[in-house]
């Protein structure tokens, strides 16, 4: 009757430890469903519904300029944050081992040898030579889950070092083309600076042939060091950057070798692909979801400790010494023994920790699932910016053109005294700030594809 009650006992704590040794899936409650905003809104060349996706390709497919690419090379070989990432995989990597070896048993060699006298009699030597071996038997999955839990951190040190080494690549690009913008508008603002040059000298000359008056004069010189003011402001603008690429690629501040902002070539078609791609591709999804496996893994663990513990020692040698005299020569000894541990009650630790561990995981589902929408939002947002810069650029290459029209019809309606030089200013400054704009606005569609790329899992 009693073995019949063990039995029931023992059947009864498998069955209830089955969900211990389960190993992590997806909840189906987890989706991705519905997170890209109005995807029928944005341009033809934006296929949102296509599987090809954009994150895919090979961050050299995006961009094409040579020096970039050089430029992504050196950061990707030299940065101090990739650098630290692949070192935190390496580490990630050995407790991992360490945590497979677990299920081995730990085998120690520890001689001993004493001597001891007591009066005039003999010195007694003995010694002793064990062996001792220790194996934890893991009947209900706690080391199973500790090696499981190690695992999802190698991946999340993994996933990390894909979103470091994707920040890297777009990091740089970003910056790259920020100073192709800048050198584009450094040209802009120095050839104003001499139109404005010029101008001075021609009013100065008309107010002596008494065509003009010194206020005019006063108005362009103003104009004139308007500009170059801003000239010198950019051309900081420049130096900083380059000063941040510099550093950013592991390098002292220093000039960085680059192209021009008109030999940017860009892919044609920017698809994002199906958004159940996300889930795959984004480094940061990835990271959430291994937190939310960790964390199932420590519940598990967290049921695991109500169960007993089983361990086997076990210690063979030789020795002289019995402990109650000593016998020359030695003999061999061996020992075996297993204990086993029910916790019965614990101060109410047990189930703190798991009411603890639950509740952990509850929360690294809901970051997890909150993160796959800051997914979607970035991508959402990327596409739009990349859809409102291209109908910007459209405006502002129109508005330049009117502009430029403007200020020539301006000069020859002032030359026949038709116009005031305060005109010709106005429609100078006004050609000025389009074409800076259009150059900035030019770089930003560019930072779109970057933040698309990027949010896509681009360069992982």
């Given at each position: 009757m009693k073995k019949n009650i063990i039995y029931v006992m023992c059947a009864t704590a498998l069955l209830s430890s089955c969900h211990i040794y389960k190993a992590y899936d997806r909840p189906e409650?987890?989706?991705?469903?519905?997170?890209?905003?109005?995807?029928?809104?944005?341009?033809?060349?934006?296929?949102?519904?296509?599987?090809?996706?954009?994150?895919?390709?090979?961050?050299?497919?995006?961009?094409?300029?040579?020096?970039?690419?050089?430029?992504?090379?050196?950061?990707?070989?030299?940065n101090v944050d990739m650098q630290a990432a692949i070192l935190r995989v390496e580490e990630a990597k050995v407790l991992l081992t360490s945590a497979r070896l677990a299920f081995l048993p730990s085998i120690n060699f520890n001689p001993q040898g004493t001597i001891t006298t007591m009066g005039d009699n003999e010195w007694a030597k003995a010694y002793s030579t064990p062996l001792s071996a220790s194996w934890e038997v893991d009947l209900f999955g706690k080391l199973l889950n500790a090696s499981r839990s190690q695992k999802t951190a190698y991946l999340q040190s993994e996933f990390s070092r894909q979103a470091v080494r994707s920040q890297i690549i777009c990091g740089v690009a970003n910056l790259y083309y920020t100073l192709l913008m800048l050198d584009r508008q450094v040209e802009i603002t120095a050839e104003n600076v001499d139109i404005n040059k010029e101008n001075v000298r021609a009013m100065e000359a008309m107010k002596e042939a008494g065509m003009t008056t010194e206020a005019a004069v006063a108005q362009s010189r103003a104009v004139y060091h308007q500009v170059e003011a801003s000239l010198i402001d950019l051309k900081r603008q420049v130096r900083e950057t380059e000063n941040a690429l510099a550093v950013l690629l592991a390098k002292a501040p220093q000039t960085i070798d680059r192209g021009t902002l008109d030999e940017q070539v860009f892919p044609e078609d920017l698809t994002t692909g199906v958004p159940l791609q996300l889930l795959e591709n984004r480094p940061d999804v990835k990271i959430a979801e291994m937190t939310l496996a960790s964390a199932y893994y420590t519940t598990n663990q967290a049921r695991a400790a109500f169960y007993p513990g089983l361990n086997i020692t076990a210690t063979a040698g030789w020795t002289n010494g019995s402990g109650i005299q000593v016998a020359n020569p030695g003999e061999f000894m061996f020992q075996a023994l297993a204990s086993l541990a029910q916790p019965i009650f614990n101060n109410g630790k047990l189930i703190a920790n798991?009411?603890?561990?639950?509740?952990?995981?509850?929360?690294?589902?809901?970051?997890?699932?909150?993160?796959?929408?800051?997914?979607?939002?970035?991508?959402?947002?990327?596409?739009?910016?990349?859809?409102?810069?291209?109908?910007?650029?459209?405006?502002d290459k129109q508005q330049v053109e009117q502009l430029e029209k403007a200020s020539a019809y301006t000069k020859d309606l002032f030359q026949s005294g038709d116009a005031s030089y305060l005109e010709v200013l106005t429609a100078q400054q006004s050609l000025l700030s389009a074409q800076l704009t259009e150059v900035s606005d030019n770089v930003q569609r560019m930072q779109a594809v970057i933040s698309l790329y990027s949010a896509l899992g681009g360069g992982r």
């Amino acid at each position: 009757m009693k073995k019949n009650i063990i039995y029931v006992m023992c059947a009864t704590a498998l069955l209830s430890s089955c969900h211990i040794y389960k190993a992590y899936d997806r909840p189906e409650e987890i989706t991705a469903d519905g997170i890209y905003r109005d995807p029928v809104s944005v341009v033809d060349t934006l296929a949102v519904t296509d599987t090809t996706n954009m994150g895919n390709l090979p961050w050299q497919d995006i961009f094409r300029d040579s020096k970039l690419q050089a430029l992504i090379e050196e950061g990707l070989a030299n940065n101090v944050d990739m650098q630290a990432a692949i070192l935190r995989v390496e580490e990630a990597k050995v407790l991992l081992t360490s945590a497979r070896l677990a299920f081995l048993p730990s085998i120690n060699f520890n001689p001993q040898g004493t001597i001891t006298t007591m009066g005039d009699n003999e010195w007694a030597k003995a010694y002793s030579t064990p062996l001792s071996a220790s194996w934890e038997v893991d009947l209900f999955g706690k080391l199973l889950n500790a090696s499981r839990s190690q695992k999802t951190a190698y991946l999340q040190s993994e996933f990390s070092r894909q979103a470091v080494r994707s920040q890297i690549i777009c990091g740089v690009a970003n910056l790259y083309y920020t100073l192709l913008m800048l050198d584009r508008q450094v040209e802009i603002t120095a050839e104003n600076v001499d139109i404005n040059k010029e101008n001075v000298r021609a009013m100065e000359a008309m107010k002596e042939a008494g065509m003009t008056t010194e206020a005019a004069v006063a108005q362009s010189r103003a104009v004139y060091h308007q500009v170059e003011a801003s000239l010198i402001d950019l051309k900081r603008q420049v130096r900083e950057t380059e000063n941040a690429l510099a550093v950013l690629l592991a390098k002292a501040p220093q000039t960085i070798d680059r192209g021009t902002l008109d030999e940017q070539v860009f892919p044609e078609d920017l698809t994002t692909g199906v958004p159940l791609q996300l889930l795959e591709n984004r480094p940061d999804v990835k990271i959430a979801e291994m937190t939310l496996a960790s964390a199932y893994y420590t519940t598990n663990q967290a049921r695991a400790a109500f169960y007993p513990g089983l361990n086997i020692t076990a210690t063979a040698g030789w020795t002289n010494g019995s402990g109650i005299q000593v016998a020359n020569p030695g003999e061999f000894m061996f020992q075996a023994l297993a204990s086993l541990a029910q916790p019965i009650f614990n101060n109410g630790k047990l189930i703190a920790n798991l009411k603890v561990s639950k509740a952990e995981e509850e929360i690294a589902r809901m970051n997890y699932q909150q993160t796959i929408l800051e997914a979607g939002q970035e991508v959402s947002d990327a596409l739009h910016l990349y859809d409102a810069t291209n109908r910007r650029l459209m405006q502002d290459k129109q508005q330049v053109e009117q502009l430029e029209k403007a200020s020539a019809y301006t000069k020859d309606l002032f030359q026949s005294g038709d116009a005031s030089y305060l005109e010709v200013l106005t429609a100078q400054q006004s050609l000025l700030s389009a074409q800076l704009t259009e150059v900035s606005d030019n770089v930003q569609r560019m930072q779109a594809v970057i933040s698309l790329y990027s949010a896509l899992g681009g360069g992982r």
